[in-house]
């Protein structure tokens, strides 16, 4: 066991990524397992993990929030956040990474790099975070480890710097070689502990060739390896080296040795994966506990300490950036990337980047200026939960007490404020229309809605202003069903769930010119009285797709005081047209003509007039539907293009251009805002998990006749 001078050397801060059903979980609870944070194996068809707590969870067999643990090693304090691997959650990924220091991938031994691993592979790339990778699954018919190796090669375009060789395949997988050593690590069935060995001997010479080619691999990369792989190779060093056991174990020659010495190619792992230049390669089977301990050694030998990746930057007040190291005695600097509501309280995840904060300590909330204090700080496991006296530079923990603070907000001391960047946002791309079962509750939903936004801010709940519908809005069908799922448990509402109405509109195609309207009415005391005669027709589709008003009305037989009260009355007439009730667009009304009474006309009769006549001049125009259009931008890898425009042709989308961009195709088409609904689904169904899609507005167009107007 090592002794570290400074304790933020001994912390590592990681994330386990992968597509879903790779076995991030199961990993996870291996690792607590193996670490003696738990004593009994936890299994998610049983839904007895520790990290897959919640209910939703555990009935679907699937991660879907971001779940932090914390756990020793060889001296080493371990961080780790199990993110999920479905799609839908992919926000959950993002935050989680943009406080993570390091983290481990999974990937499938049958299937190799699928596509939710591809997204998460660009995400961790995006934050520049250093990744060793995991092939899971070895046990599993048809599970190759050199197959999943090329797939992580061509699809994710690391160099894999493989260091073990499995002993055994499928279901006769038993353990792996340790390159680096040149060792054998088994599991027996039954057995809780490792046992190490020689190098069978019908894998030695396996074994130093995968060795060469592991060295040569590394001193491509790496300045130090290649200058000592050079001499060695040309017989100008001469020495053993120090992972090699001894002659019984194989070697037998000088041909057969490593040329790199062991901590050199130790030392180079590090920097390659430090760097970001080469990603380790470890193999084993979580379900059967095999290879736990070595992937703990590699995220301890390999992964980065707080100390070892670069200082946060943050802005102050005039805005200037500042550095803030990971310094335990420096200003205090934290952010929230996860808030939590639970039974005991409200709970801030944070990650802890300088100073030191203590229980009762008052801190800042930067963005909004609001200062509050921590009620208590807790080492998180999963849902259940440490009470610390304080948290340092390089934690991750939760904090009890903050009332404003939402993911992404910086917290700060009151005496040093600092802004930091906080996780980005993704755009929702799926709407569903809720609302309660009963009136009664109503603002109820309206208070569960808010909640939820504020836990996930990939969720946003607003009210439709021309419709009147609740709309929920998120990153996929699932991730919805599972938000909705969440007001009906842990708020006890029924709601019914829908989909959203579309905001029609309706124009003129061909108006009316002179249309007469008198309004008069007498019925006790002052009358009405209003002559006004207008010209309807369609505005210029260059003009714009609004409403414009004109008056050319001579000689003073309409005021203009009751002009402005024509075009008030014809604005009012706009609300709804006569085709379906729709709001009506994209036309110019010209009043040419009217006459006034002495006492009888007013304000209010001149509005109640342009507001009649437009409507009766309405009636009598050819009318059309609008419905509204977005741009779709559409990213898929360049074998599925056709597969794309098919859909997109189904959907009465207009394809406006293709470009190719480092291997996938990017289409770009219109389409009618109601033709999208489901959309994101069906683009991942077929472009197997790969394809995404962008949504922008661009104003309206004919509906076909077909389409229904209510």
């Known amino acids: ?272 994966t430090r760097t970001r230049e080469g990603v380790v390669v470890l193999c084993g089977s979580a379900y059967r506990n095999r290879g736990i301990e070595p992937l703990l050694d590699a995220v301890v030998a390999y992964l980065p300490s707080p100390l070892d990746v670069p200082a946060v930057r943050g802005t102050l007040d005039d805005g200037t950036e500042q550095e803030r190291a990971a310094d335990p005695q420096a200003p205090f600097a934290a952010l929230a990337f996860k808030v939590s509501a639970t039974p005991t309280g409200r709970l801030t995840y944070l990650r802890v980047y300088s100073g030191t904060i203590e229980k009762g300590a008052a801190v800042m909330d930067a963005g909004v200026r609001r200062t509050e204090r921590i009620g208590r700080i807790l080492r998180v496991q999963a849902d259940r939960h440490v009470r610390l006296e304080r948290a340092v530079a390089g934690d991750i923990v939760a904090v009890v007490g903050l009332k404003s603070a939402r993911a992404g907000s910086t917290l700060c001391g009151p005496d040093a404020p600092l802004v930091l960047e906080p996780p980005s946002v993704a755009e929702p791309v799926v709407s569903v229309a809720v609302e309660a079962r009963r009136s009664t509750d109503t603002d109820r939903l309206a208070t569960a809605l808010a909640r939820l936004a504020e836990e996930d801010p990939s969720l946003a709940a607003r009210t439709d202003p021309e419709t009147g519908q609740t709309l929920l809005s998120g990153m996929g069908e699932l991730h919805l069903e599972v938000a909705v799922e969440k007001v009906r448990r842990d708020h006890g509402l029924e709601v019914v769930v829908g989909r959203p109405r579309v905001a029609y509109r309706e124009t003129v195609v061909r108006g009316v010119s002179g249309l007469v309207y008198r309004h008069v009415k007498q019925d006790g005391g002052a009358g009405q009285f209003a002559h006004v005669v207008l010209d309807v027709q369609p505005l210029d589709p260059q003009a714009g797709t609004g409403f414009e008003f004109r008056s050319v009305v001579v000689g003073g037989r309409v005021p203009q005081e009751y002009v402005r009260a024509v075009e008030a009355g014809c604005r009012d007439a706009l609300t709804e047209g006569p085709i379906g009730g729709h709001p009506v667009t994209g036309l110019r009304v010209t009043l040419t003509d009217g006459a006034t009474h002495v006492k009888d006309s007013s304000d209010t009769a001149f509005r109640a007039a342009g507001r009649f006549a437009l409507r009766e001049a309405l009636r009598a125009s050819a009318m059309t539907l609008l419905e509204p259009v977005v741009e779709v931008t559409v990213t898929a890898p360049e074998d599925a293009v056709g597969t794309v425009l098919g859909d997109l042709a189904a959907r009465r989308g207009r394809v406006s251009g293709s470009a190719t961009r480092a291997g996938s195709a990017v289409v770009t088409a219109t389409v009618p805002l109601a033709e999208l609904f489901g959309y994101a689904t069906r683009l991942r169904g077929r472009t197997q998990g790969r394809g995404t899609f962008t949504a922008r507005p661009t104003g309206y167009a004919p509906a076909p006749l077909a389409t229904p107007t209510r």
């Not at 400074?6 to 291996?30: F, S």
């Not at 969870?57 to 971001?66: K, L, Q, S």
């Not at 070689?177 to 490792?194: H, I």
């Open 1 to 272: 066991m090592r002794t570290n001078l400074n304790p933020l050397v001994a912390v590592r801060n990681l994330g386990i990524l992968a597509h879903v059903d790779a076995g991030k979980t199961t990993v996870t609870e291996r690792i607590l397992y193996a670490t003696g944070t738990t004593h009994k194996r936890g299994e998610v068809h049983d839904g007895t993990t520790v990290t897959d707590f919640d209910s939703q969870e555990r009935d679907r067999g699937i991660t879907i929030f971001a779940a932090a643990v914390s756990c020793a090693w060889d001296g080493h304090r371990i961080n780790l956040i199990d993110t999920p691997g479905h799609v839908d959650f992919a926000d959950e990924v993002e935050r989680s990474l943009r406080v993570l220091d390091g983290a481990v991938a999974v990937f499938d031994a049958v299937a190799g790099v699928e596509p939710q691993s591809e997204s998460v592979w660009r995400q961790a790339d995006r934050h520049g975070v250093p990744r060793i990778a995991f092939v899971n699954k070895l046990d599993r018919a048809g599970a190759d480890l050199d197959t999943a190796v090329e797939s992580i090669r061509e699809r994710l375009h690391p160099a894999p710097l493989v260091v073990q060789l499995p002993i055994g395949r499928e279901d006769a997988f038993t353990g792996v070689v340790d390159l680096l050593r040149m060792r054998a690590l088994t599991w027996r069935d039954g057995s809780e502990t490792v046992e190490e060995g020689p190098v069978p001997e019908a894998l030695r010479e396996e074994a130093l060739r995968r060795r060469r080619v592991l060295e040569e691999a590394v001193a491509e990369l790496h300045p130090g390896a290649l200058e000592e792989f050079c001499m060695r190779s040309t017989g100008s060093v001469q020495s053993t080296n120090s992972g090699i056991q001894s002659t019984a174990d194989g070697i037998r020659s000088a041909a057969d040795m490593p040329v790199l010495d062991t901590h050199t190619l130790v030392d180079a792992l590090r920097d390659l």
